[in-house]
């Protein structure tokens, strides 16, 4: 803490991370940001401004108004760009990488919106121009005849050279990376009926009579002209349905309140949120956002935390209690003291693991990308036999059929529904668990996830809830059941250790005067040693006992047995060498955590209990649980081992705890659960991370990750359905024993369409029930 002082002078800098003053001369601790050096008082609060300084410096992250900000592309999401623009991959519109609570103007959408009216205009002329004769039965009047064509053209032309504008651009761009996509198709296909039908208005001379019928050269201006009109329409309701997948993460950025009411010397300023820091005291009034992580000082309050617990009851808070942002206070004026701010509050994590998992790959997108590194090139292939059919086998024109064909095949193959079927259920998905509780790290979490056959627990914290409390004080000699609680107690005084925070809270809550104690000395493992009221006191486990020569006896290991068959940890008080009482700590099994564990036996699940407590304390909770296999007095470098051997008997695993004990497991797992109010550890080395920390979480999550891998297989299967039966109609397979041909406008009207059901078959798991 070099360099550090509480008042600052003249020369010195304010410490952009814990506010403290330091003196730029004597601390070690600077970085250079935007141009401007800051100095901290330790490494440690350089190392988190280094990691995030805009957490700091009431910067935000970039979003869509922002002109440095980065966009990706939802299918392609390791496509990074400053900026809005296309994909050089699928040519779909980039996306901005950042999640924003700024409500979307829709500027993009309106854009396109009217795009598509002028379109509707354009083209609809053309379509009473090309199909009125036919509808009528009629010709245009011979003294019509050249004006109207030339009116068909030139609306056409617009249409295609204006509206299709996009598509030829993307189709192009496609070519420089070799990355054929969708847009590739439908530049080919229009650019060939449009050139064709201008070359046949101006040159009819140059076309053989396979292209003429009644001794005219046919001309497809209203074919171009649809199919590009209705691209568009397909466009703009994918682009509204994906709008759709993001309203969750949004709904989760809008929590924060955007201003804070701080407290300084004595006043109240109302300031923007991206100015609170740690240390600040912030006032929360009735019917307010709590701005920020931290703990009340003053104030006593309910506050609504179903945004984290999903439960509607508000929760009753006071001075030492904790606050997360983004929770409602309801009736009451709090004071908190602000800890986590910016991107460290739980509310900002939930959107960065949202906002990560709905970028993310998963390995069944691997089936996707495989398929559409041949699909382009292989719909350009049957159109070309198609063509090269129809010109020999077709009816007369035959070649005008044969572009016909040729065009409907490049129309209709729609490789986008291929691309989109698994990237926007992982949206949807991840943003349906972020709505009850449970996050995905990646897409990757949430496709192992459903796969799970074994499910591994930690046992305190996870099964049980990981705040022992005194349960019962066995006196062996004549000490008084009282003096030996007050012993006891008055060594553990001096301990962090839950039991001993147990054994305390036990004392005070009996009215039991603590004496004081000295020479404290924790023995790791084995338990306390110290000096209470001028005597040697000792207590902790049997093996501390035999270091001290002190034997046990049959009778107290009876004794000793008993208690720990009722799930308690036994502890053993000794006073001057000589063993006078047994102290017992027990934790008791989380509500509801039986049903839990009985839903996911049904699912077929092997459940297995790890602990590192001793085995007839387990045996215990796994017999009220009714879990079968257990592992007692394990180390986590055990828990860890023990999921390996399961890996390695051919089960898939996944691991649930909270402490940082279970990080070795967590991580070998296949799927590491890691339980709300854990560890910091626990959550970095976890897929999957359950806000609230209840068994049933892990039904939630497991039932969500099943829902959204049958939408992408579902997905996938309509995709590859949609394409292995249109390409062949479209080539005119049919038209041997029908006489039916698919005409390139409604080519064009099922490729759009194929984009919108995969999106909207997608946003079905909104509404999941889970």
Same mark, same amino acid.
């Given at each position: ?377 292989? /719909?350009?292939?049957?159109? @070309?036999? *198609?063509? $090269? !059919? ?5 009816? #007369?024109? =035959? &070649? %005008?059929? +044969? ?75 004549? /000490?008084?059941?009282?003096? @030996?609680? *007050?012993? $006891? !107690? ?5 301990? #962090?250790? =839950? &039991? %001993?925070? +147990? ?82 700590? *027990? ?98 080395? *976890? ?84």
């Amino acid at each position: 803490m070099s360099g550090c002082s509480h008042s600052a002078g003249a020369a010195e800098a304010r410490d952009p991370v814990c506010g403290m003053a330091v003196d730029p001369a004597r601390t070690p601790h600077h970085a250079d940001h935007a141009g401007h050096t800051y100095y901290f008082c330790s490494g440690r609060c350089r190392e988190r401004f280094v990691a995030a300084p805009g957490n700091f410096l009431g910067e935000r992250p970039a979003s869509a108004d922002d002109p440095g900000a980065i966009y990706t592309c939802p299918m392609h999401p390791e496509v990074r760009k400053v900026g809005p623009g296309d994909c050089p991959k699928c040519g779909m519109a980039l996306e901005p990488l950042a999640p924003s609570a700024e409500a979307d103007d829709g500027g993009e959408v309106r854009a396109l919106a009217r795009r598509f009216a002028w379109l509707v205009a354009l083209t609809l002329p053309v379509l009473v121009v090309a199909m009125g004769p036919h509808l009528v039965g009629h010709d245009w009047p011979v003294r019509w005849a050249g004006p109207i064509g030339w009116l068909e053209a030139v609306l056409a032309s617009v249409a295609v050279l204006w509206g299709g504008a996009p598509f030829f651009r993307r189709g192009w761009r496609s070519l420089r990376p070799w990355s054929p996509n969708m847009y590739t198709l439908i530049a080919l296909g229009t650019g060939v009926a449009w050139l064709y039908s201008v070359a046949a208005l101006l040159v009819p001379g140059l076309f053989p009579v396979g292209f003429r019928t009644h001794g005219r050269v046919g001309v497809y201006f209203e074919s171009a002209a649809v199919i590009v009109t209705l691209v568009t329409l397909g466009d703009l309701l994918e682009l509204r349905a994906r709008r759709r997948t993001g309203e969750a993460l949004k709904a989760l950025l809008s929590l924060a309140p955007k201003t804070a009411h701080r407290l300084e010397h004595g006043d109240e300023h109302e300031v923007p949120l991206e100015s609170v820091r740690a240390g600040d005291l912030l006032r929360v009034r009735p019917g307010e956002k709590v701005p920020v992580d931290g703990v009340a000082t003053e104030g006593e309050s309910h506050v609504d935390e179903s945004m984290l617990t999903g439960e509607p009851m508000p929760v009753a808070k006071g001075g030492g209690d904790h606050l997360t942002a983004g929770t409602v206070n309801q009736d009451g004026t709090l004071v908190l003291r602000a800890e986590k701010v910016g991107g460290e509050t739980l509310l900002a994590q939930i959107v960065a693991l949202v906002a990560q998992a709905q970028r993310s790959r998963a390995p069944l997108q691997r089936v996707a990308d495989r398929v559409a590194a041949w699909f382009v090139p292989a /719909v350009v292939a049957v159109a @070309l036999v *198609a063509f $090269a !059919a129809w010109a020999v086998l077709g009816p #007369e024109p =035959p &070649l %005008a059929h +044969a572009l016909i064909a040729a065009v409907s095949v490049l129309i209709i193959a729609c490789p986008c529904a291929l691309g989109l079927a698994t990237p926007i259920s992982i949206m949807v998905a991840s943003g349906r668990g972020a709505q009850v509780g449970v996050l995905f790290r990646d897409a990757a979490a949430i496709e192992a996830l459903h796969r799970v056959d074994t499910l591994v627990l930690d046992k305190t914290g996870t099964l049980t809830e990981g705040r022992p409390a005194l349960r019962e004080v066995v006196a062996l000699g004549e /000490v008084p059941r009282e003096r @030996l609680l *007050a012993l $006891a !107690a008055a060594l553990e005084q001096s301990s #962090e250790h =839950p &039991l %001993a925070r +147990a054994v305390v809270a036990g004392a005070q809550a009996g009215g039991v005067a603590l004496p004081a104690a000295s020479g404290f000395l924790a023995l790791t493992g084995r338990g306390v040693r110290g000096r209470v009221d001028g005597n040697d006191v000792a207590l902790g486990n049997a093996r501390l006992l035999r270091e001290l020569g002190i034997a046990l006896g049959d009778a107290v290991e009876e004794q000793a047995e008993r208690l720990r068959g009722g799930g308690a940890t036994v502890m053993f008080l000794a006073v001057d060498g000589a063993l006078v009482g047994l102290v017992a700590v *027990a934790d008791r099994v989380k509500a509801g955590a039986p049903d839990a564990l009985d839903t996911v036996r049904r699912e077929g699940l092997r459940i297995v209990m790890l602990t590192g407590d001793n085995a007839t304390t387990a045996q215990a909770v796994a017999h009220e649980l009714r879990i079968d296999e257990v592992h007692a007095d394990v180390s986590p470098a055990d828990k860890a081992a023990v999921v390996e051997q399961l890996k390695r008997e051919g089960r898939r695993v996944a691991m649930a705890g909270d402490g940082i004990n279970d990080a070795p497991a967590l991580a070998a797992a296949d799927v590491g659960i890691a339980m709300g109010g854990g560890t910091d550890v626990a959550m970095e080395s *976890a897929q999957v991370t359950l806000i609230r920390a209840e068994l049933s979480a892990i039904g939630r999550a497991r039932a969500l990750s099943q829902a959204a891998v049958r939408n992408i297989h579902q997905n996938l299967f309509f995709a590859f359905v949609y394409n292995a039966v249109g390409v062949p109609l479209a080539a005119g397979v049919l038209y041997p024993f029908f006489g039916v041909v698919l005409s390139p406008m409604v080519a064009a009207l099922a490729m759009s369409l194929s984009s919108v059901s995969v999106v909207s078959n997608a946003l079905r798991l909104r509404r999941v029930a889970i």
